[in-house]
């Protein structure tokens, strides 16, 4: 009998370490792949803006928190760029049409992109 419940430990022990080491690896590859993604965001907005431009819209409106990744991260637009800001980093893309707005959006905001003669105009929708 002591031998079973012996046997039993060694082997719980030996499966939580053989799940620590495949653990720790995967975990880092979805760290990475964030951050990768992240990067992406601000090329994909900048994309957005030209694409809405071309388009045969005169409006659009956008949820922010279906394209931030996080709260604490928020979008300016400036011209021809488009900056993203996370907790990791600084994002910055370029876009062809320019594009005003004043200040910064964040993770909450709803925000209304409007066509007009020299380009888009992003408003903070309340």
Same mark, same amino acid.
């Given at each position: 009998m002591m031998e079973f419940l012996l046997s039993r430990v060694?082997? &719980?022990v030996c499966g939580l370490l053989l799940l620590v080491a495949v653990i720790a690896p995967v975990t880092g590859m979805y760290d990475s792949n964030a951050m990768f993604s992240e990067g992406d965001i601000a090329d994909d907005v900048a994309r957005l803006t030209d694409d809405f431009y071309y388009s045969e819209m005169d409006t659009a409106v956008i949820a922010m928190c279906d394209?931030?990744?996080?709260? &604490?991260s928020y979008i300016e637009f400036d011209g021809h760029s488009v900056t993203l800001m996370t907790e990791r980093g600084t994002y910055r893309s370029g876009t062809n049409v320019p594009v005003a707005a004043e200040g910064a959006f964040g993770y909450?905001?709803?925000?209304?992109?409007?066509?007009?003669d020299v380009g888009v105009t992003a408003e903070r929708v309340l």
């Open positions: 060694c082997l &719980s394209i931030l990744p996080n709260v &604490s909450g905001d709803m925000i209304m992109l409007t066509k007009n």
